[in-house]
């Protein structure tokens, strides 16, 4: 009966109910919202492997480094593979189409990239061919290509069209692996740069290095930047992670704006709900005095309030969860091209659980606090 | 009827309230005692200290000085959590606005104080049948207080005060919100829980025919009691 008294009384004043679950669902979409699009600019971050190294030149990313360093990088000890690339930045058909692409090692770049699941023909096939070319499944979906498909990319940094056959296309081992990525054989461009502009040609812009161990990372890394020391190209290696981190970085002050934004909406909904509830309970004073008189205590009385409070807070809370989902889908279709991964991360809705509770138990401690100490006899003497 | 054991003896009661930095008294030296099924009537001009000395007894407020024994216990010695749980056990409430819970129905406000017993359900459904019908309103059990009139909600608060079996059944001013006839119904009923009940009733009243009801008639006024307006009927 008590639970059904919280209940009543939580959809007493309807529209005020409506209103303050509206709120709070609302809340907590936006909520969900803004942490799926934080998480979506860590995914890169979250997707990398503790195993992997990535070397590049000392002073910035857009200096290469000589392919001679493979080797000397493979010798260093606890080094599993070495692969190399260069971000090539190519163009298919017109700028706004715009895609990562890479000129990498095959071979070695996709033992690198587990993650990345590729059927053995179209493996083969892809390694066979100088000229092929695989992409993600979701960007292979966008542009409608198919297996044996030529495509053109204009190149930026490196001018000309440049003519792929498809050869594989893959799938992301799970929803956090971005699928829409470009990468073909880094002996093609070498090649074809070796003719047209033979000073840039045989270097890379990036080593990935496999290491056996995750703990020693550090030591590898401080190792293979020693060998390149006081040479005319340095390097900088870190953790894969480390580098993606350095991308993120740049938006950071982004990022804290919509984190602060995300905790902003949070304490909005929590006065609004708090003004629901000391509304709520200031016109019910006459009831809760007749429960003291009756011989109920002060935990019956904070029982009856914050479980009025909660079931606000949960009921708009749960529709905010469940409308997450969809729209988070929708959005992240609109927006494919520009967040390749974008996607509700179960934190986020651990933290939407936490915010439900958190705002229900905030939004009743003040009128909770004024029902219990309130003095039977006022109470009664109050209009309610 | 005759039964002359006190069942409440209040000793140099004194309450006053604070405004400001003014103090005002509101009842001054009260000596009463109030015998085992007495039904009595507490008359008095308002803002005479009825209220104040209703809610004392019934422990719903605390004395500045002077004692409350109610059976064997003195309550102005409890602490406010003893008080609540002796209130649940001793105390019946009548208020003159019913005080029903809007949102339950006339069975779950009659339930209401069961609840903090450890009466099984089929126990409290038995207890709230039996007062629902001492009532009258047994086929009312489902209406909801918005259904029903203001001298029915007046007898739902009496089942209610009545559900618990308490020592003491205290009422403040229960018809003052009531046209003549609920009045008399709700009159004719504490009447008979006096009478063939044996309740002990206290009713706070400025109504002298709700006064005539009663058994025995006490005058505060400005905060004194008048020691000689007791008339037995
Ligand atoms: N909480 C309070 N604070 C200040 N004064 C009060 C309070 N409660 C009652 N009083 C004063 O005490 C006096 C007696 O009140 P009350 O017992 O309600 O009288 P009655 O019931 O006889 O009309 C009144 O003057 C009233 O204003
Ligand atoms: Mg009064």
């Known amino acids: 009966m008590i639970l059904k008294l919280v209940f009543k009384n939580a959809f007493r004043q309807k529209l005020r109910a409506a209103l303050t679950i509206l709120g709070m669902c609302i809340v907590i979409l936006a909520f969900g919202m803004l942490r799926t699009v934080i998480s979506a600019w860590y995914a890169g971050v979250a997707a990398s492997s503790a195993n992997r190294l990535v070397t590049r030149n000392a002073i910035s990313l857009i200096f290469s480094l000589p392919i001679s360093y493979k080797e000397k990088i493979r010798s260093v000890n606890g080094v599993n593979i070495v692969s190399y690339g260069n971000w090539f930045g190519g163009v298919y058909i017109e700028e706004k189409n715009f895609f990562a692409n890479f000129a990498v090692e095959p071979v070695t770049y996709l033992n690198l990239y587990p993650e990345f699941i590729l059927s053995e023909e179209q493996k083969t096939a892809f390694f066979r061919d100088r000229k092929s070319c695989v992409a993600g499944q979701k960007l292979a979906k966008r542009f409608g290509w198919k297996i044996n498909d030529s495509i053109t990319l204009k190149g930026t940094i490196f001018p000309g069209n440049w003519e792929f056959v498809l050869r594989g296309i893959y799938d992301g081992r799970d929803e956090t692996i971005d699928e829409t990525q470009f990468f073909f054989h880094w002996d093609y461009l070498n090649e074809t740069v070796k003719k047209s502009a033979p000073r840039r040609a045989d270097m890379v812009g990036f080593y990935m290095i496999g290491i056996a161990k995750a703990d020693s990372a550090a030591s590898i890394a401080q190792t293979v930047d020693g060998l390149f020391k006081n040479s005319y190209a340095e390097t900088l290696t870190e953790t894969e992670k480390a580098f993606q981190m350095s991308f993120v970085s740049f938006s950071e002050a982004i990022l804290t704006a919509i984190r602060l934004v995300s905790f902003m909406v949070i304490v909005i909904i929590m006065a609004v709900v708090a003004n629901t509830m000391a509304m709520s309970v200031r016109e019910r004073m006459r009831e809760y005095a007749v429960f003291k008189t009756l011989g109920f205590g002060a935990f019956h009385i904070l029982g009856l309030i914050l479980g009025e409070s909660l079931v606000i807070t949960s009921v708009g809370g749960t529709i905010g969860i469940a409308l997450t989902f969809p729209v988070v889908k929708a959005f992240g279709k609109a927006v494919s091209n520009w967040i390749p991964v974008f996607i509700v991360e179960p934190e986020t809705i651990y933290m939407d659980i936490a915010a439900i509770l958190m705002v229900g138990v905030v939004a009743a401690i003040i009128p909770s606090w004024r029902a219990v100490t309130m003095r039977i006899a006022d109470g009664l003497r109050s209009i309610g | ?233």
């Open chain 2, 1 to 233: 009827m005759e039964n002359k054991t006190p069942v409440v003896r209040i000793k140099e009661l004194s309450k006053s309230y604070r405004r400001g930095s003014q103090i005002i008294p509101v009842l001054q030296n009260i000596t009463l005692d109030i015998n085992a099924g007495d039904f009595l009537a507490l008359m008095g001009p308002s803002g005479s200290g009825k209220s104040t000395l209703l809610n004392l007894i019934a422990g719903l407020d605390q004395a500045d000085q002077g004692s409350i024994i109610v059976g064997d216990a003195d309550i102005t010695l409890l602490s406010e959590t003893e008080l609540a749980d002796w209130r649940a056990g001793h105390v019946g409430f009548i208020f003159q606005f019913y005080n029903l819970i809007p949102v339950l129905s006339a069975y779950e406000n009659v339930e209401l104080p069961l609840i903090l017993t450890d009466l099984s359900k089929k126990k409290r459904r038995d207890h709230v049948e039996h007062a629902l019908s001492l009532v009258g309103l047994e086929d009312r059990m489902d209406h909801y207080p918005s259904q029903l009139s203001g001298g029915q909600q007046q007898r739902v608060a009496i089942a209610r005060a009545v559900v618990t079996d308490p020592t003491l059944l205290v009422a403040d001013e229960p018809t003052g919100d009531l046209d003549r006839k609920s009045a008399e119904d709700v009159l004719q009923l504490m009447e008979r829980l006096s009478k063939e009940l044996g309740k002990t009733i206290i009713m706070v009243t400025h109504d002298p025919r709700a006064a005539k009801r009663a058994c025995s008639m006490k005058y505060l006024d400005k905060g004194i009691l008048a020691n000689d307006t007791e008339t037995r009927l």
